[in-house]
């Protein structure tokens, strides 16, 4: 479904590249998801394979479409949305998506229908300029579906949420996924990207460090940890032990031998703990 | 038809944003200045180019009674000097007297648009002031007409043209520009670019409501100001190539930049420059090529021939036809522009 080779790009047309021979396939039907700290470049590459931005270097190729000379036909089988919310403020979130919907030559889903699904029927008729941060976040987000996408871009589509709010689109995607939708899901939120991808690329500084899947990441990397409360001379303890180094092992030992553990629990590394140790970065 | 939604929901946009009630707004401003605060015609005095050739004694009174009538007199040394003057001041008239054979010969040079009463005033006027002084002549009198439109505007319609070329033209200049760069920063430039929509579409829908506002304040400026006296076909016709001309060197413009406090600085010169016709356009003796050359120059004069009782059709449709295809290049160029920078 998409084929990125080489690709560079470099906003100031020098040196300077926001990205750096990037290099992915995604095939029909995956979730993929981007995943690096802010500034890594990730709304950068899918503004490249969205059309967005201008192709620099490299090959892209999505939905079919070559996008150095595609057809905007190709806008057909793609929906894109964005990190920022850019819907018209003055025009309420029908008239936003009635129009938006005009625009596809293909059959177009019922805007009331996926105002509903993201909690917005209440307010279909006011001004979008009235909306919360949230909100506006939200229609963006069902905008982008209304075309029945093959391809759907989400640029972080969870930041900014209210859990409740968040989990209903990660419901959303997972449905999408279940029809055969192919996502590429950019975001710098772990848990998000553990749920829903099949595949994870970290990206960092504008290249891609290391393309996998969630669980054999934790597989490959993943050391298999445990979390003990215990009572050291009446005070409560806390540690998180290694169950491979062989100085946390004797350790735990101890612990348990001298009977005081209160609470004891195995531990999955997590997929930031695995991105902070490839990387050597954080997310945030 | 994506063209039309694309239109129909900018007009939506633009009838909740406040650009296009300026600019109906300042149109009814105009009007209201114009009808009760400008004076039909502004100099109700009459200049009179004089060139008298007399002969000592006579040559002083002469002069004398003729200031004393009340007109502003300017004395010339020859009839050409006259004519020259008379073709450069519009609201003018002039005089040649000569004394032959002890007959005094009136030469009136008048400029062709004066109506009979008008000419009898001045006439009996200033004969009357030299018969008092000149006692015992005889007289003989001759009207000469100058060659050229034998029509005057009133000085109200005549600031219509002005009107007109800057509000119905070039004032979609520079809203169109500021419409682009709202959808820039609203961002919703980039939602349109990831749709089958083209940029051609989302381009031509805004020009679409700047001739939407450009045509009615045109229109309502006219029909107040000059009521029945316009051709409103031509000027229908003229305000659209106008307004596509000006919309399109907007956009062509603003193609080359990404915020509109980076284009302001050309679009506010673009129009100062434009705006340097009208001085030509009131001073013809004032006409210098650099200004002769600017689009409004033909512009003006164009939306002038419209309210002549006799237009200059030819003039008007070379106008039409001329400012279409700048339009209709200004476009292309800003298309093949914006292809590439409407999301950067
Ligand atoms: N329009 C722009 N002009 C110049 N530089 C830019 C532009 N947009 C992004 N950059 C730079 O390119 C790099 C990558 O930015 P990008 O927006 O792709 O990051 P990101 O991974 O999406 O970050 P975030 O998680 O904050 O959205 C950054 O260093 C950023 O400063
Ligand atoms: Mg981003």
């Known amino acids: ?284 | 038809m994506k063209l039309l939604y694309s239109f129909l929901k900018d007009m939506q946009l633009s009838l909740k944003s406040f650009y296009i009630y300026i600019e109906l707004g300042f149109a009814l401003v105009f009007v209201a200045v114009m009808l009760f605060a400008v004076p039909e015609n502004f100099e109700p005095r009459v200049t009179v180019y004089a060139y008298l050739d007399l002969e000592g004694p006579n040559q002083v009174m002469a002069e004398e009674s003729l200031t004393q009538e009340g007109y502003e007199v300017i004395l010339l040394l020859s009839r050409e000097e006259v004519e020259a003057e008379l073709a450069d001041n519009r609201s003018s008239v002039g005089l040649a007297v000569a004394l032959e054979d002890g007959t005094i010969v009136y030469d009136y040079i008048l400029q062709g648009y004066e109506d009979e009463k008008f000419k009898n005033i001045i006439k009996t006027s200033i004969e009357s002031g030299f018969a008092k002084e000149m006692p015992g002549y005889e007289n003989v009198t001759t009207v000469t007409t100058l060659e050229g439109k034998g029509e005057k505007l009133s000085d109200r319609l005549n600031i219509l043209p002005v009107f007109l070329a800057l509000n119905a033209a070039f004032m979609g200049l520079f809203i169109i520009a500021s419409y682009i760069f709202l959808d820039k920063d609203e961002g919703t430039i980039k939602a349109f670019a990831v749709t089958p929509a083209k940029v051609w579409q989302y381009l031509l829908g805004k020009m679409g409501v700047m001739l939407v506002s450009g045509l009615m304040s045109g229109l309502v400026a006219t029909a107040f100001i000059a009521g029945l006296k316009a051709h409103y076909l031509h000027l229908i016709l003229l305000l659209i190539a106008c307004n596509a001309f000006g919309s399109a060197l907007g956009l062509f413009i603003a193609s080359f930049f990404d915020t509109m406090t980076k284009a302001m600085g050309w679009l506010y010169m673009s129009i100062i420059i434009l705006a340097f016709a009208a001085v030509s356009y009131y001073m013809p003796a004032f006409s210098p090529l650099v200004i002769r050359m600017l689009p409004s120059y033909p512009m003006l004069f164009a939306f002038r021939e419209t309210l002549y009782e006799v237009s200059d059709l030819r003039y008007i449709y070379a106008n039409v036809l001329g400012f279409s295809l700048a339009g209709v290049v200004l476009f292309l160029l800003s298309n093949w522009r914006f292809k590439k920078t409407l999301t950067v």
């Open chain 1, 1 to 284: 479904m998409i084929s990125v080779k080489g690709l560079y790009h470099s906003y100031s047309h020098d040196e300077k590249y926001a990205v750096k021979d990037a290099n992915f396939e995604i095939s029909k039907g995956e979730v993929f998801g981007f995943l690096g700290p802010s500034g890594a470049g990730k709304s950068t590459t899918q503004g490249v394979m969205t059309g967005l931005l201008q192709l620099q270097k490299g090959n892209v190729t999505v939905a079919g479409y070559d996008v150095k000379r595609a057809s905007r036909t190709m806008f057909n089988k793609i929906g894109v949305s964005f990190e920022q919310s850019n819907v018209y403020g003055k025009l309420t979130a029908l008239e936003n998506l009635e129009f938006y919907r005009k625009l596809f030559d293909v059959s177009t889903r019922d805007p009331k229908e996926l105002l509903e699904i993201v909690g917005l029927d209440h307010v279909a008729t006011q001004r979008v300029s009235e909306f919360s941060k949230g909100m506006k976040h939200r229609l963006t987000f069902i905008r982008s579906m209304l075309n029945n996408p093959e391809m759907w871009f989400l640029d972080e589509p969870t930041t900014g949420l209210d859990p409740a709010i968040a989990s209903v689109i990660k419901e959303i995607v997972k449905g999408e996924k279940k029809r055969g939708t192919t996502v590429f899901l950019t975001t710098h939120n772990m848990f998000v990207a553990d749920e829903l991808c099949d595949r994870v690329a970290f990206i960092i500084d504008g290249e891609i460090k290391l393309i996998d899947s969630p669980r054999n990441l934790k597989l490959q990397y993943g050391e298999r940890l445990v979390e003990v409360e215990y009572r050291d001379n009446g005070d409560l303890k806390k540690e998180t032990l290694s169950f491979i180094d062989e100085k946390d092992k004797h350790h735990l030992n101890d612990i348990v031998n001298t009977g005081k553990v209160e609470m004891m629990h195995t531990k999955e590394a997590t997929l930031e703990e695995i991105f902070i140790k490839v990387t050597g970065k954080g997310l945030q």
